[in-house]
């Protein structure tokens, strides 16, 4: 049986790779130096699309693949694939949630704690000598016992909340109606009003035209000078320019993000910021949920030209 030949976009670990290619006809994109000569010559073939959350497939990827049949996202989010001309050809689309959902979750708490305790300047102040030269390290804000608002309450949302409420922290949250699993938390539909009874504001959200840059100036100055926010789903349900302006000026306290527009490249505006912390969108980033999300990768192609069910469909 001739293997499928599948375009895929970005690198993968070893350990998905080697099964990918004893399995497919893979097509390595990121390797090309020239894309679109690369899809024109190889794109009448691809029967699929193996890609990244945050790389997707682009309506010109698509449309130069006039034979594919399915596109298998690896990450929960799939906002950079573009669905309308997915669902125009009858192309099936999956992706891999549930499986990163804790260690996303994992992330953005440990993202809030450590921005609060001032954890990276305080490691700095041990390594350069200052606690001996210069004594205690500055004080630094409280966490538990404040108030968390979590916009966006579906799995990470969820689990961020869970994670919280060990904290004692006081929960709301957003969403499009209030949740029958979420009954201890108090639902607030507006994020503005959401924001402006928090100290630190979750964003979870999945990413779309509807959120785009929902988290704008209304939002941040809502949260105020004393206010954390923290992105671990997508940089455009912010409205960056917004943010760094308020972080620039003071009139947001701090932020933690672990999402960019335009990453991995940064505005450099945020390299020269002391009050926020800068992550490599590696949320979903241990070797088991890594190993758990290549898995679903292959089981969803396997699945599809199997003509079996697909374990994670999105379309
Ligand atoms: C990335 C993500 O896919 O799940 C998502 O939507 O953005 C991440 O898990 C991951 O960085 C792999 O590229």
Redesign the pocket.
Known sequence: MTKPHILQV?PYPEWDQVPLDAAFHMHRYFEAADKAAFLAEVGPQIRGIAT????GANAAMIAACPQLEVIS??????DAVDLEACRARGIRVT??PDV?TND?ADLGVAMMLVQSRGMIGAETWVRDGSWAAKGLYPLQRRVWGKRAGVLGLGRIGYEVAKRLAGFDLQIAYSDVGPKDYARDWEFIADPVALAERSDFLFVTLAASAATRHIVGAQVIDALGPQGMLINIS?ASNIDENALLDALESGRLGSAALD?FEGEPKLNPRFLSLPNVLLQP?????TYET?QA?GKLVRDNLTAHFAGQPLPTPVL
């Open positions: 970005g990244r959350g945050e790389l996202v690896y990450g929960v989010g799939y992706n891999t990163l996303v997508r999402v969108h590696h949320a979903s980033g890594r999300m």
